[in-house]
């Protein structure tokens, strides 16, 4: 029997795809995209669609129990660089509503429950190269707070209540599909933008400010992957480190001008740069390797062609 599917927080960057390739596996009508914008974006649109504001727990309960919801997927959080400008609701958002969905499975109204950690979870004294998956971490940011906790929170659902609640430590996520959300390591989709349209970026982190970094496809792929597996094969019930590509902006710009030879960078640092360098510049993802058999897809030269091959037809 398909699983009845719902997002929360669909209409964000990863939310987007992510419903996209959920309807394309298991049926439009069995994916359930929610966010809290009256109606849904164009690509959205033709499945359902709930308006659902996931610190509304009456709300909540109402449409997991009209769709007869098995799995949510909880994507919506205030992000790193906005939940600096708003911390009380960057808190309030991403602490109280993982709360809420965590309820559904406790309260026994769902099965499964995907919620992404990130690699703000890390911090200045956290080892930058190779980062291991059980390390410092010593956030320095409202988000990064919020998801050591959220990351203590699951695993304590899943020792005490029996929750199956999966989690990814996302890198800096890079796509065409839709805009980013306002997150430190969006340069790297804007970049492209800017590329296409005039030729020029500024960048407001360092020229040599290295991040990890995943195309779109690949991070779709790895949240599929981790919710289909066996749950006696996962070992993390915190957040599984995940890696991709690990580049800086001088590199990104370079494998661009492979393709647009005039390209033209420049650099004005701002507050970002200081949360980017508290990061990681590398990931090491054993766990998720050994566990579900993660391997990505793509390396810096394919996602940089593919992402301007589909973003022209966007853009222009």
């Known amino acids: 029997m398909t699983n ?3 997002v929360i927080g669909a209409a964000g960057q990863i939310g987007t795809e992510l419903v996209l390739q959920l309807r394309k596996n298991y049926g439009t009508d069995k994916v359930v995209s929610t966010d809290i914008k009256e109606s849904p974006k164009d690509e959205l649109a033709d499945g359902p669609y709930e308006q659902l504001n996931v610190l509304d727990k009456d709300r909540l309960y109402e449409v997991v129990t009209k769709y007869n919801t098995t799995e949510v997927y909880l994507l919506a959080a205030l992000l790193s660089a906005t939940a600096e400008q708003n911390p009380a609701l960057g ?6 509503g993982l709360s809420n969905v965590l309820d559904l499975s406790r309260e026994g109204l769902v099965k499964r429950i995907f919620w992404p950690s990130s690699i703000a979870v890390f911090g200045p004294h956290t080892p930058k190269d190779n980062t291991p998956q059980r390390t410092i971490m010593e956030p320095t940011t409202v988000y990064g707070i919020t998801k050591v906790a959220g990351e203590s929170w699951c695993e304590y659902y899943h020792r005490r209540y029996g929750v199956d609640v999966r989690s990814i430590r996302y890198p ?29 970026y500024e960048c407001f982190l360092s020229k040599d400010a290295e991040l990890p970094m995943m195309y779109m496809p690949d991070a779709t792929k ?10 006696d094969k996962l070992r993390i019930r915190t957040s599984y480190n995940i890696a991709g590509i690990s ?5 990104l710009a370079n494998a661009i001008k492979k393709q647009i030879p005039g390209f033209e960078i420049s650099y004005k640092p701002d507050y970002r740069d200081g949360i980017a360098k508290s990061w990681p510049s590398s990931i090491d993802d054993r766990f998720a390797r050994e566990d579900w058999n993660w391997k990505p897809d793509y390396n810096l030269d394919r996602m940089v062609d593919d992402m301007l091959v589909n973003l022209r037809e966007v853009v222009l």
């Open 91 to 96: 808190w309030e958002l991403n602490m109280n």
């Open 172 to 200: 800096g996520i890079i796509g065409y599909k839709s805009a980013p959300g306002g997150g430190t390591t969006d340069y790297a989709v804007h970049i492209f933008h800017n590329a296409i349209k005039t030729g020029k």
């Open 222 to 231: 790895a949240t599929l992957e981790l919710m289909e597996a066996p749950s």
């Open 4 to 6: 009845n599917i719902l």
């Open 247 to 251: 580049f800086n902006p001088e590199e």
